[in-house]
């Protein structure tokens, strides 16, 4: 069974410090991580995503996450904040369908991400 | 890239009635789609898999019964919440699975709010 855990369901950082968002998985398959961003009544815009290959994943808005397998980690960062990240974040696993069809996603519960002018 | 429109954006019905939302891939042939269902300020839950030409795969703990789902092409997919209760008023969201390497495009979701 696939799950993720984000540790903090808020997350408040100043305008220019860093932004660290955590996500733990578990996974019975090799995992593929997802994270994606939610503005208010929005749907799910991709940041990034690890499959294969390259561990430090670079991906839109100067968003990087590492996958981290001995720590089961995928922790998302971004050197620098904007007024603009203010946003849910989630972090996502991939599932692995029962019926043979394509994979869905399982989710973790969200970050606010909130930022500080 | 892939493009999703789900209609409407926002809903609002009475209780009991039937409310149809629709998931469009514009411009990519999707055998599969899937149905998402976010309450307030909690994450988004799997409820079932769209499957173009045969029967819908639901989570446990879904109603097949009152959330009718139809792919009637490669590219709609439509959601039916049936006899809906204020307890369905939740925001939908729609994903398509879009080419190689695992990548999801989301629809803009549907706000349902049932009076």
């Known amino acids: 069974a696939q799950s993720v855990t984000q540790l903090g369901s808020h997350v408040s950082v100043s305008e220019g410090a860093l932004v660290l968002l955590r996500c733990n998985y578990s996974?019975?398959?090799?995992?593929?991580l997802f994270w994606y961003v939610q503005y208010p009544n929005q749907g799910l815009q991709l940041l990034l995503k690890?499959?294969?290959?390259?561990?430090l994943v670079k991906g839109i808005n100067g968003f990087e996450a590492e996958f981290k397998k001995s720590e089961t980690s995928f922790h998302l960062t971004k050197p620098s904040a904007h007024m603009s990240d203010a946003a849910e974040y989630f972090c996502?696993?991939?599932?692995?369908?029962?019926?043979?069809?394509?994979?869905?996603?399982?989710f973790g519960k969200g970050t606010h991400l909130i930022i500080q002018p | 890239g892939a493009v999703v429109s789900q209609h409407p954006s926002r809903v609002i019905c009475k209780s009991g009635t039937s409310v149809k939302i629709e998931c469009r891939s514009l411009?990519?042939?999707?055998?599969?789609m899937f149905w998402y269902r976010q309450f307030p300020k909690q994450s988004l839950m799997l409820m079932a898999t769209?499957?173009?030409?045969?029967?819908?795969?639901?989570e446990q703990g879904v109603e097949k019964d009152k959330f009718l789902i139809n792919h009637a092409s490669l590219t709609l997919s439509t959601l039916t919440v049936t006899s809906a209760h204020p307890e369905d008023s939740s925001f939908y969201i729609c994903?398509?699975?879009?080419?190689?390497?695992?990548?999801?495009?989301f629809g803009s979701g549907t706000r349902l709010t049932v009076v």
């Open positions: 994903s398509v699975p879009t080419g190689a390497n695992y990548g999801y495009t």
């Open positions: 411009d990519f042939q999707a055998t599969t």
């Open positions: 690890y499959t294969t290959g390259a561990t």
């Open positions: 996974s019975s398959v090799p995992p593929y």
């Open positions: 769209s499957n173009e030409g045969s029967k819908a795969t639901y």
């Open positions: 996502a696993v991939r599932n692995p369908s029962s019926g043979g069809g394509a994979d869905g996603l399982t």
